[in-house]
């Protein structure tokens, strides 16, 4: 017996694909740069406030996570009941999902962004409404209004964006939110906010008049849009992927109906005093973020040298626009010199990691491009 009584909106729904593991080559280290984890050991601080919750185990975590959401209140300087967290903020994103759609809503969603915006939209049984990307790779935001109708439930706005690493500005972003009607959200998912201080990216955002624009401002846009909510984790910049550890902070109204759909104890007692700690040394947390975007903007660089128009990304990946034929032989290529990319269609996501993979990134991609236009 296969065939189930399961939800009938499965078979439209796309499965998550992890990124791929990269293949043992002999004589050489093979480096995972297919999932936007952060390759640098955890901080020193962060690890000892793991292996000192891990005694008890039998208990389960507070259901509350008090102290890291006081410590997240204080740090967004909202009321408590302004934020909740989650297992990674994709269960946040899930929550989100889970408290407004229903068959026949709409989603508006950039594309490409990060894959669990489809997927999640199908599994509800709601409508994909995918706006494409401009072809810089931003957010086309004024085709983004216009694709809101009276049925879309959920608006997503990713940045830095999932693959292209494009960040949003602020003049832009108040535009788009004063077309927006008050009672729909909105979430604006920062998954990779961090890596974007300094970046190119950030700082080279022109306004429609070409005037230089600042990034949006999560903080200052929260006391400004009640339909707003802002998803951050834990998972990139601060590097505990593993731990599973994210949150949302929005109006208490929204917070409210999102603990309905969060399941309790989500987060373990583990990932909740991580989070409080790495919060704590968040100052050191940035300088690490620094040192991969300046690898980023060191690779972006020698990248477009040879002739890949590779966005300003302000993540701790770049994006490839390929193409499908070349992201495949491209990923392909990639895979056979130890290193895993993620092939996304549209082009190659690649993680910023360590610098021998960096450089071994560029060497391959040289031989590549050399072919392909000989
Ligand atoms: C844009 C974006 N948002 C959210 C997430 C979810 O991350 P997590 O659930 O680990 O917080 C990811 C993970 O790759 C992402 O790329």
Redesign the pocket.
């Known amino acids: 017996m296969t065939n189930f009584r399961v939800r009938r909106s499965l078979a439209d729904t796309p499965a998550y694909i992890p990124g791929r593991p990269p293949a043992a080559v002999e004589g050489m280290t093979s480096y995972k740069l297919s ?2 984890e952060h390759h640098l050991e955890p901080l020193p601080a962060v690890v000892d406030a793991i292996t000192s919750v891990s005694g008890t185990p039998a208990l389960y975590p507070d259901p509350a996570a008090t102290d890291l959401t006081a410590a997240l209140a204080r740090f967004h300087d909202v009321p408590t009941d302004h934020v909740v967290l989650s ?5 946040s ?1 899930s929550a989100l999902v889970g408290i407004t759609l229903e068959p026949g809503a709409q989603v508006v969603y950039p594309w490409p ?2 894959e ?1 915006y489809p997927q999640l939209t199908s599994f509800a049984g709601a409508d994909r409404v995918a706006v494409p990307l401009t072809p810089d790779g931003r957010h086309d935001l004024p085709a983004m209004a216009q694709a809101i109708t009276e049925h879309t439930r959920l608006v997503l706005l ?1 940045s830095p ?2 693959p292209t690493g494009t960040v949003l500005g602020d003049t832009e972003f108040d535009t788009f939110m004063s077309q927006v009607p008050e009672d729909l959200i909105v979430v604006l ?1 920062e ?2 906010v961090e890596f974007a201080s300094g970046s190119e990216a950030a700082s080279r955002i022109r306004t429609e008049d070409g005037n230089l624009d600042a990034p949006v401002d999560a903080d200052q846009a929260l006391d400004t849009y009640s339909n707003l909510v802002v ?1 951050r ?4 910049a601060h590097g505990l ?1 593993g731990l ?3 949150y949302a902070v929005a109006h208490l109204a929204i917070i409210h109906e999102m603990r309905k759909s969060i399941a309790p104890f989500s987060v373990s007692a583990a990932a909740q005093a991580a989070g409080l700690v790495s919060l704590a040394v968040r100052d050191e947390v940035l300088v690490r973020a620094k040192e991969v975007g300046a690898a980023r903007d060191d690779l972006s660089a020698r990248l477009r040298e040879i002739g890949i128009p590779v966005p300003p990304s302000g993540g701790n990946f770049v994006w490839l626009p390929f193409g499908q034929r070349d992201a495949t032989l491209f990923a392909e290529a990639c895979m056979e010199n130890g290193l895993a990319v993620r092939n996304l269609g549209a082009g190659v996501r690649v993680t910023i990691g360590p610098p021998e993979a960096m450089e071994r990134l560029v060497a391959v991609a040289t031989t590549f491009m050399e072919d392909r236009d000989a």
């Open positions: 999932s936007n297992a990674g903020s994709s269960e994103l962004s990060f669990m990713c964006n999932n998912d998954a990779y998803l984790t834990f998972s990139k992927a599973r550890v994210g």
